[in-house]
C-alpha cells in the first residue's frame, strides 16, 4: 500500500511570512495526526483529526497554526506569521484508530517537512 | 499528564555489541508502549509494541518487554550492526479520554554503530 505522502519536503522562509504543508494520509485511514520534531527533541502532537472532525488541537498555537482536513482525507497545515521558534520538521501521521479497531493500532508517519525559518 | 524519558545519547557501539536503551514512563491506566525508529532522511517507523504488562515485542532482534512494576520498555539486541545506525524513540498510548490514539514520545537516543 502506499504510505503517507507529504510536501514539500523542505522548506525555508523568513519570519513573519506564511507556509502550509500538504499530507495525504493511507487510503482508508480515519484518523490523522500533525506532530512537530523540534531537532534533538522527540515528536510534539499539534492536532489530531478523527475524518474531518478537531478530536485533539489542545497544543497548536492557535494565533499562528492552523489545519484543515476537508472531505476527511488531505490535510493542510498553515503557520501565518511564522516565528524562528518554528523551525523544526512537521510529520503527518495516519491509522486506523477508532474506526473499530484498538486504540493500539500503529500510527504511519510520512517523512516529514523540514521547515527553517530565517 | 503522560510522559516518557529516555536515556541520555548519542550511544556510540562497535558492531556485534550489545545494545540497550532505558525508557521509563508515566500514564494514567494501562498504556500501550512502542518502539518507533527514524533511519536518517526517512519517517518515523514502528519497531514493535506491547499493549499490557509482561508482554514483550519483538522484532528484527529488537527486543522490549513491558514492565508495570518499574514503569519501563527499555530496548535491547544482542548484536547490533551498522545498519541499525538510526534514532530511535520510545511511545505510549492511553486509551480513551478525549485524545484517543494519541501518541507521547521521548526525546529520542541517538544510535550510532561503527564497523
Known amino acids: 500500500e502506499a504510505g503517507v505522502a507529504q510536501s514539500p519536503r523542505y522548506k525555508i522562509i523568513e519570519k513573519r511570512q506564511s507556509v502550509a504543508f500538504w499530507c495525504n494520509p493511507i487510503?482508508?485511514?480515519?484518523?490523522l495526526y500533525w506532530y512537530q520534531q523540534i531537532l534533538g527533541q522527540g515528536p510534539k502532537l499539534l492536532i489530531q483529526?478523527?475524518?474531518?472532525?478537531?478530536?485533539?488541537d489542545s497544543q497548536l498555537p492557535k494565533d499562528r497554526f492552523s489545519a484543515e482536513r476537508l472531505k476527511g482525507v488531505d490535510s493542510t497545515l498553515k503557520i501565518q506569521p511564522a516565528k524562528l521558534e518554528d523551525s523544526a520538521v512537521y510529520l503527518c501521521?495516519?491509522?486506523?484508530?477508532?474506526?473499530?479497531?484498538?486504540?493500539?493500532?500503529?500510527?504511519?508517519f510520512g517523512n516529514g517537512t523540514r521547515l527553517t525559518v530565517t | 499528564g503522560d510522559s516518557v524519558t529516555q536515556m541520555e545519547g548519542p550511544v556510540t557501539l562497535s558492531e556485534e555489541a550489545f545494545l540497550t536503551i532505558n525508557c521509563t514512563y508515566t500514564?494514567?491506566?494501562?498504556?500501550?508502549l512502542f518502539w518507533y525508529v527514524q533511519y536518517p532522511g526517512e519517517g518515523l517507523q514502528l519497531l514493535l509494541k506491547?499493549?499490557?504488562?509482561?508482554d514483550k515485542g519483538s522484532n528484527k532482534g529488537f527486543e522490549a518487554t513491558y514492565r508495570k512494576e518499574t514503569t519501563s520498555f527499555h530496548l535491547e539486541k544482542g548484536s547490533v550492526q551498522v545498519s541499525d545506525s538510526a534514532v530511535y524513540f520510545c511511545?505510549?498510548?492511553?486509551?480513551?479520554?478525549?485524545?484517543?490514539?494519541?501518541?507521547?514520545f521521548g526525546q529520542g537516543t541517538i544510535l550510532t554503530v561503527h564497523p
Open positions: 501521521a495516519s491509522s486506523l484508530r477508532g474506526q473499530g479497531s484498538s486504540y493500539n493500532s500503529p500510527l504511519h
Open positions: 487510503s482508508g485511514h480515519a484518523t
Open positions: 483529526f478523527q475524518n474531518n472532525g478537531v478530536v485533539d
Open positions: 500514564a494514567t491506566g494501562y498504556p500501550s
Open positions: 506491547a499493549t499490557k504488562a509482561d
Open positions: 511511545a505510549l498510548s492511553s486509551a480513551g479520554g478525549t485524545s484517543y490514539g494519541k501518541l507521547t
